[in-house]
């Protein structure tokens, strides 16, 4: 076992201190919070396009429509049924919550379901082919938003309350690291494995490849519409522009620039690749130049991802020589 | 049936100008075997070299236009070429999608350094060629739609003939159908692949000079958009296919400009890719491509 050895401790122990996190967050400065939310969903969108690109080995370039269903289904059930529910007060912390934990619910589902109708065409595809279907999905689906007058059209949402909070963004962060982790090292998860290393060699053993890359789509862009959900209340504002092909290329090069399939290095560029460019906020000019010459070098020097190393290895080494320097 | 006509030119132009960026798409992919995200950003510079280079020349005259023209197709063969040989050559060989990453790379650093060196608001293209409307029977036909379709078919042919009927041409072939064998032939790859670059960006060029032409206003991020639908129109005909991208880029131009006309053109980039899901759906390998099995 290569990962964390216990995850659901590391689950538990993660949204307790998220909780506490919460608890404390007026006393935190607000944009360093703000980049906090940004890291985290963040993270659940890479982690979870990881169990589509980096494990089960297919090529999906529309993370962002995934994405931009959760946004707009919880958007248009926390506006729509909010009110009604809770009355003109916004009703208890407790009520709001539970809204909110609803809305990201309904947003991963309808996510999800785009995501089965993406998955089902994926079983003749492949590899460039499979990408540019996904990628069209993810436009379409963008122009349907646009279109839509109940939805706002062009000019997206507005108006969203702002739910999101650390507690839910590293949360759901940290239930989509465990499931993508226990679901890729249960005996039925070796599937995904297998369809990533060789789909003729595993579709001779039994292995039933299309399902495979179905319940990957699925479970991928379930996350997916999650971390819309909370982007959306946490931006408070969604236009369908915001979920462009821009963005999915976004997620893909934190998935390739963390190695693919090694969820630590994943969840390491996720965070590195949202801190960076509020660093080089300083150069504002050139931000984007160095972000893509960087993009280029790192390929150029460490073609197999910035983090692609074993971390069990490292952590035990460090521990060896920790070990050794006390003696 | 002037309305109909007058779309059907308006799509032939477009499609034109699709075909001429997707053929650029194709041929990479046909010997390298992977997307050139940046070609589209080769696409805007050759726009921009027609943009500076009109401003040097005599406006309203057909040299005038000829040399911006050409210009930008030098310009952007040199931009092509230089890219694969520094960005692209020391991944060859490795995997694939470290190749797209590096594309996308390019691509942004493209379009940022382009919105830094040239700003990002978009300027007007000057009128390099004489800008008249000639009317046929109720039917409007711009000088700049009619020069964008001889342009583009001038130079489809020129390409048809490079490929097919020169030494460099065949060696391209050779390199698509089976890089190891034609290395082993002696057909020298390095030098195959920077033509096959070379070619591609030039053909991009003159796309981007045409498409200012006839949308008259440029800016850094003016690519993104057409690149997307000539790749689109590329795996359409069948990627790797030169005849199909031009066929590919032909039916995505029509039918662009149709709905275009019509209520729902609102839905016009979605039904783009729509059209696009359909025909991989049923004919995976694209209209004129050849599906192959994969051997173990």
């Known amino acids: 076992m290569k990962t964390a050895p216990k995850p659901l401790l590391a689950l538990v122990a993660t949204v ?29 969108l890479a982690v979870s396009l990881n169990l589509v690109n980096g494990y089960t080995g297919q090529f999906s370039l529309g993370h962002a429509g995934f994405m931009s269903v959760g946004a707009y289904l919880s958007a248009a059930v926390t506006l729509l049924l909010g009110p009604r529910l809770l009355g003109e007060e916004g009703g208890s912390a407790l009520q709001q919550g539970l809204l909110f934990l609803a809305a990201l619910a309904m947003g991963g589902c309808g996510a999800a379901l785009a995501g089965l109708a993406v998955g089902i065409p994926s079983f003749r595809l492949k590899g460039d082919y499979l990408a540019l279907v996904t ?13 839509v007058e109940a939805l706002g059209g062009a000019l997206g949402l507005n108006g969203i309350p702002n739910y999101t909070n650390v507690f839910w963004v590293y949360g759901f962060a940290a239930l989509t690291v465990f499931t993508v982790v226990c679901l890729v090292r249960s005996t039925y998860g070796r599937g995904f494995l297998a369809t990533q290393d060789d789909e003729i060699a595993a579709e001779a ?28 209340h946490f931006k408070l504002t969604i236009t369908p522009t915001g979920f462009d092909f821009t963005k999915s290329i976004e997620i893909v090069v934190m998935v390739i620039l963390g190695g693919m399939g090694n969820t630590p290095g994943v969840i390491l560029a996720a965070i590195l690749l949202t801190v960076l460019p509020e660093m080089l906020r300083a150069v504002e000019q050139y931000r984007m130049v160095l972000y893509s010459l960087l993009l280029i070098v790192l390929m150029l020097v460490r073609p197999k991802g910035l983090f692609n190393f074993d971390f069990t290895a490292v952590a035990a080494r460090l521990r060896w020589k920790y070990l050794a320097a006390r003696k | ?108 650093f493209l379009e940022y350094t382009g919105q830094l060196v040239f700003g990002a608001t978009p300027r007007p293209f000057p009128s390099i060629i004489p800008a008249r409307m000639i009317s046929v029977h109720g039917l409007v036909i711009s000088m700049n739609q009619l020069i964008v379709i001889i342009v583009a078919v001038l130079l489809m042919v020129a390409l048809e003939l490079a490929v097919y009927r020169t030494k460099i041409g065949t060696a391209m072939r050779a390199v698509a159908l089976n890089p190891r064998a034609a290395q082993l032939v002696g057909i ?46 590329a795996v359409l005909g069948g990627v790797g296919n030169i005849p199909g991208a031009a066929l590919g880029a032909l039916i995505l131009g029509m039918t662009e400009t149709f ?30 491509g050849r599906y192959t099995t994969e051997k173990v």
């Open chain 1, 16 to 44: 307790l201190l998220a909780f506490g996190v919460s608890q404390v967050s007026d006393r935190i400065d607000p944009y360093y919070l703000d980049v906090m939310i940004g890291v985290g969903i963040n993270v659940i």
């Open chain 1, 135 to 147: 990628l069209g999905f993810g436009e379409i689906i963008r122009v349907i938003f646009q279109n």
């Open chain 1, 205 to 232: 053993v039994g292995i039933d490849t299309t399902r495979y890359k179905i319940v990957a789509f699925v479970v991928g862009a379930f996350f997916a519409g999650v971390a819309g959900g909370l982007y959306g």
């Open chain 2, 1 to 108: 049936m002037t309305e109909f006509l007058q779309q059907l030119l308006n799509g032939l132009s477009l499609g034109a100008i699709y075909a001429l960026i997707a053929l650029g798409y194709t041929m990479v992919y046909g010997v390298l075997r992977f997307i050139n995200f940046a070609h589209s950003d080769v696409f805007m510079v050759g726009a921009f070299i027609g943009y500076f280079a009109g401003q040097h020349l005599p406006h309203d005259s057909v040299l005038g236009g000829i040399v911006a023209l050409a210009a930008a197709m030098a310009g952007c063969a040199v931009l092509g070429i230089l890219i694969e040989r520094v960005v692209y050559r020391p991944l060859r060989g490795g995997p694939t999608l470290n190749v797209l990453i590096t594309a996308i790379g390019m691509s942004l």
């Open chain 2, 188 to 233: 020298n790859i390095d030098v195959v692949i920077s033509f096959t670059f070379g070619l591609g960006s030039a053909l991009a060029g003159a796309g981007g000079v045409l498409y200012a032409l006839n949308y008259p206003s440029i800016d850094p991020l003016m690519g993104v958009v057409p690149g997307l639908k000539a790749f689109v129109a």
């Open chain 2, 259 to 288: 709905i275009d006309g019509s209520r729902w053109s609102t839905y016009k980039d979605a039904i783009a890719f729509a059209i696009l899901i359909a025909i991989l759906l049923f004919r995976p390998a694209g209209l004129l």
